[in-house]
């Protein structure tokens, strides 16, 4: 079983949807949790951290679920340019810290 | 700000040859960290260092890989020798404090072992 898991997609969704990513991870110590954006042939880059309490950056909300080892990231009233694809990082520290990216789960948008 | 710099961006060889790639972290970050990139296997993290030592090595892949960091500012990763199965996009990421700040990627090097 993988150490992170995620739902690879792709998920083909109108302008205008509402979409959520899950994504598990197995190592019950893992302290730290982000999204990361990955557009075609282009380096990995920062979306949001995860936090116990949950977050919200504009139309990006992410939840955690220490209990299940659950992470989620909603995407509201998507656009055309949130076509990308999504990793789940995870930082367990108990592996010396070491992050730990997911496959990614594949995002397109159409008009 | 100049962000984590890697060269070549594109390196087309043929087996047997050997590959270095660079990168040049952030400066004033303390980690630096090689991936490598497949559509098989995703994101791997290669080797990573703490103020130019090398901490974790346990994601080299064999003996044919090598990094170096010589300095606060310069890395080398060489594959020697090349085998098609090396093909993969190469990452160097940078870090001020790993555990903590979320790692700076550089673009990348799109490696193709022919």
């Known amino acids: 079983r993988k150490e992170v898991e995620q739902d690879p997609g792709p998920f083909n969704v109108p302008e205008g949807a509402t979409v959520a990513f899950n994504c598990t991870y197995s190592?019950?110590?893992?302290?730290?949790f982000f999204w990361y954006r990955q557009d075609c042939r282009k380096e990995p880059k920062l979306l949001m951290s995860v936090y116990s309490s949950g977050n919200e950056d504009g139309r990006f909300t992410a939840q955690l679920n220490r209990a299940s080892q659950y992470i989620s990231l909603l995407i509201r009233d998507s656009k055309l340019s949130d076509s990308a694809t999504y990793l789940c990082v995870v930082i367990a520290y108990n592996q010396g810290g070491k992050l730990i990216f997911g496959q990614g789960t594949e995002l397109s948008v159409k008009p | 700000d100049a962000g984590v710099i890697q060269s070549p961006r594109h390196e087309v060889t043929e087996m047997g040859q050997e590959v270095t790639l660079r990168c040049k972290p952030i400066?004033?970050?303390?980690?630096l960290f090689w991936y490598r990139q497949t559509m098989m296997r995703g994101l791997e993290l290669l080797i990573y260092f703490n103020n130019n030592v090398p901490i974790d090595d346990s994601g080299m892949p064999e003996d044919r890989f090598s990094a170096k960091m010589p300095n606060a500012s310069f890395s080398t990763l060489k594959i020697q020798p090349s085998e098609p199965r090396d093909s993969a996009v190469y990452f160097c990421a940078s870090s001020f404090a790993r555990t903590l700040e979320p790692q700076h990627f550089g673009d990348g090097t799109r490696l193709s072992i022919l």
């Open positions: 400066s004033g970050h303390d980690y």
């Open positions: 190592n019950s110590a893992s302290q730290s």
